[in-house]
């Protein structure tokens, strides 16, 4: 971990869906070079979280601001302006382009040219997208997806498109990178591939990262930080240690035969 500000801070966030209260006044923060994990049992509200940081969602109440800066009322889409990326708990890709288009889709907010500009500016727009395409090459390489370069997304292993939706959110040169459930679906090997990218994105391109999994061997592996929720609230936050030792996790969430979370 390289920083100690809190790049990401979430002050009483509320969630409600008609009569559901998916959140309740969640405050937590995420800190600047960090990996920060949030888990909790299923509907906990984990997705809701991210979902809120992200603009899909709108909360009740309460605040979230970025390096200091209030996201209420700024769309989804504006948010990547804020050094914001996102994955999905299911695959978001588009199955029919190959591994480069989506990481090129991935990258079109740091495009400076629109469709005309391609068009009466063929020559700008295309000295630009070589200069992207450089970056999304080093992604590909950084990621070792090369061998798929070109394939169809759509076509490749599950593992392997849960890399390339990584390299998609990479792409857009996130400060702030927020995961949901990489690891889901995955088998060992894949686990293990996908907990190591997730540690050399954060160590070597200095990436800050929010996640949301399940997998309690990776999250205390490899975060600074874990956040717990519980029926949308915060049960307890802290270093794994101090989370795997917490006698409300170990009741709520983590517990096996003999209360204690024994590792991978
Ligand atoms: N769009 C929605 N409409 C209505 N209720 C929702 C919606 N999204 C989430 N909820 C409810 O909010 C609560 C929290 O759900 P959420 O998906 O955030 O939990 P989670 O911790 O991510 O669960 P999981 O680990 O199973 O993915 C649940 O009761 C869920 O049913």
């Known amino acids: 971990m390289n920083g100690s500000s809190a790049l990401l801070e979430i002050k ?21 070079g960090s990996i920060t994990s949030l888990i909790g049992p299923n509907g906990a509200g984990k997705t809701s979280m991210l979902n809120c940081i992200s603009g899909r969602y ?5 605040k979230i601001s970025m390096d200091g800066r209030e996201l209420s ?5 504006k948010r990547t302006g804020f050094g914001l990326a996102r994955t999905f708990q299911n695959i978001a890709l588009f199955r029919g382009l190959s591994v480069l288009d989506n990481l ?33 090459e080093d992604i590909i390489d950084f990621l070792n ?19 390339v939706e990584l390299g998609r959110a990479l792409a857009a040169e996130p400060e702030l990178l927020l995961l949901d459930e990489p690891m889901a679906g995955m088998n060992l090997e894949e686990t293990e ?4 990218s997730i540690l050399d994105i954060n160590e070597e391109w200095d990436v800050t990262v929010f996640l949301v999994e399940h997998d309690m061997g990776v999250v205390m592996d490899i975060s600074d930080h874990v956040v ?17 030792n917490n006698p409300k996790v170990i009741s709520a969430y983590l517990g096996d035969d003999d209360g204690l979370y024994k590792g991978r």
């Open 193 to 196: 591939d996908m907990a190591r």
């Open 145 to 163: 997806l090369s061998a798929y370069r070109h394939q169809i997304a759509g076509h490749l292993p599950y593992g392997v498109q849960k890399k």
């Open 73 to 77: 009322g700024v769309p989804a889409h």
């Open 12 to 32: 009483e966030v509320s969630l409600t869906f008609k009569n559901v209260a998916a959140l309740s006044r969640v405050s937590c923060s995420v800190q600047k």
């Open 104 to 136: 090129m889709v991935g990258r079109h907010s740091r495009l400076n040219y629109g469709l005309l500009a391609s068009i009466f500016y063929l020559g700008k727009a295309r000295a630009e997208e070589t200069r992207h395409r450089e970056r999304v």
């Open 58 to 62: 709108t909360p009740t109440k309460g």
């Open 228 to 244: 717990v929720l519980d029926f949308g609230r915060v049960l307890a936050s802290g270093t794994p240690e101090a989370i795997q």
